[in-house]
């Protein structure tokens, strides 16, 4: 019963949102019974909790699917003040809801706001949904002036840059299929804190962002599926095992082994800012490398394996490291991610949709790197990536060098 009742079109449906937003109380009536709200989150919340410990839970309750009700009361309790909530997120966070029409996804939330955006405030159903998504794209980082809405852009696997969409729009049709890499929270800075310039796309949506070249991509991993059925998921460890035996690090000739193993491993988790440990002498890259080393170890004896290079067991020190821990933050940030190699030996984590031969860049405004392709007349924008090394402006210490690569990019 509780299955079909949160099945219900009410808890999916884009219009609905404003119902469970802008209410100062709710009744659920359903039929000839009523609940107050707050006592159905309650059911709700005890559901998620239970599901996400995978406790041994009756089959029924394991298959509810609420992640309708759950968005719906979150947009209720934690975004009070729509106005508070910038359009990208409320448009991310009901990108999983229901809409005949693909405009009103963001018709819908935008209606919420009050007139934040102003070249958004009239709906326009004569407009295109590519005209209507762009418009939301271009206006929200005039807004911000910055490219944090490149990171909504999530392409699959197959993705063909011959498309009607330009590459850089998010499709908030589409359901996002990974953790965002990008976040307000985190300290990242690629571009050295260089403006963005003016942001103009053009009648045909391409849009030209000026910034550095990295680097081209020289080999690229399988795509990471799900992580979180880690024992049973050979395809994920045998990628693990790969990257490990592959790793400059693990040979005998390598003058710095350790920093060659714990760049990959940063890499894996797009560097987790993990805190340091009591013991002042293991500082949070110990812990990293430990519980990368530690994952592999483990990876080897479940399976009865050896390393083909050297004994991940014998480069533990200072402290066992936390497999439990590094695998699941490798799981949540590699899902449908692919972890690739430049042709400088710089280790990063990258779109389903990139390959070899494309590129990696700093964009002036971004906080991360992303990976574009070459076209004939510009670039494709593929995705969000994690390089390390230039998170944090190292690309611009030479000042005068990076000076003479600078370009502009025509993004289609």
């Not at 852009?153 to 996002?176: G, M, N, Q």
């Not at 310039?197 to 399988?222: H, K, Q, Y």
């Not at 799900?226 to 049973?232: G, R």
């Not at 964009?363 to 574009?372: C, R």
Request: charged share 25%; hydrophobic share 35%.
């Amino acid at each position: 019963m509780l299955g079909r009742f949160f099945s219900r079109p009410w808890f999916f449906r884009v219009w609905c949102i404003q119902e469970a937003a802008l209410a100062r109380t709710q009744l659920v009536l359903c039929g000839g019974h009523e609940v107050e709200w707050d006592k159905l989150h309650l059911t709700v919340e005890w559901i998620e909790e239970y599901q996400e410990l995978g406790l041994d839970l009756p089959r029924h309750f394991k298959e509810i699917d609420i992640r309708g009700a759950i968005s719906m009361y979150r947009v209720n309790r934690n975004w009070a003040d729509p106005n508070k909530t910038p359009l990208l997120e409320y448009l991310n966070h009901f990108r999983h809801s229901l809409a005949t029409d693909p405009r009103d996804r963001v018709y819908a939330i935008r209606s919420l706001k009050k007139g934040e955006e102003k070249p958004l405030a009239d709906f326009d159903y004569g407009k295109s949904v590519c005209e209507v998504y762009t418009d939301v794209a271009r206006v929200a980082t005039q807004d911000s002036k910055n490219l944090s809405a490149l990171s909504f852009v999530s392409h699959e696997s197959t993705y063909c840059t011959k498309t009607a969409f330009p590459s850089w729009i998010p499709r908030w049709d589409r359901s996002l299929s990974v953790q965002m890499l990008w976040s307000s929270q985190k300290p990242w800075s690629a571009s050295a804190n260089r403006k963005l310039e003016e942001f103009v796309p053009e009648s045909l949506g391409a849009v030209s962002v000026r910034g550095v070249w990295f680097d081209s991509v020289e080999s690229t991993t399988d795509i990471f599926s799900d992580l979180n059925e880690f024992e049973s998921n050979i395809s994920a460890q045998n990628i693990l095992l790969q990257l490990w035996n592959e790793c400059p690090g693990v040979l005998p000739s390598h003058p710095h082994p350790r920093t060659a193993i714990t760049t990959l491993a940063k890499a894996l988790i797009a560097d987790d800012h993990w805190e340091g440990s009591s013991n002042c002498s293991i500082t949070k890259c110990d812990k990293i490398y430990n519980g990368f080393l530690a994952l592999i170890n483990r990876i080897l004896d479940d399976r009865g394996l050896r390393s083909e290079t050297v004994d991940p067991g014998g480069y533990l020190a200072l402290s066992d490291g936390d497999w439990g821990r590094f695998q699941t933050r490798c799981a949540s940030v590699c899902r449908n991610r692919r972890i690739f190699r430049t042709k400088r030996g710089c280790y990063g984590l990258g779109p389903a949709c990139m390959q070899v031969g494309d590129i990696a860049v700093v964009l002036f405004g971004g906080t991360i790197p992303y990976i574009l392709r070459s076209m004939p007349t510009g670039y494709a924008f593929l995705g969000e990536a994690y390089v390390d090394g230039i998170m944090h402006g190292e690309l611009f210490d030479g000042l005068s060098d990076i000076q003479k690569h600078e370009e502009r990019f025509y993004l289609r």
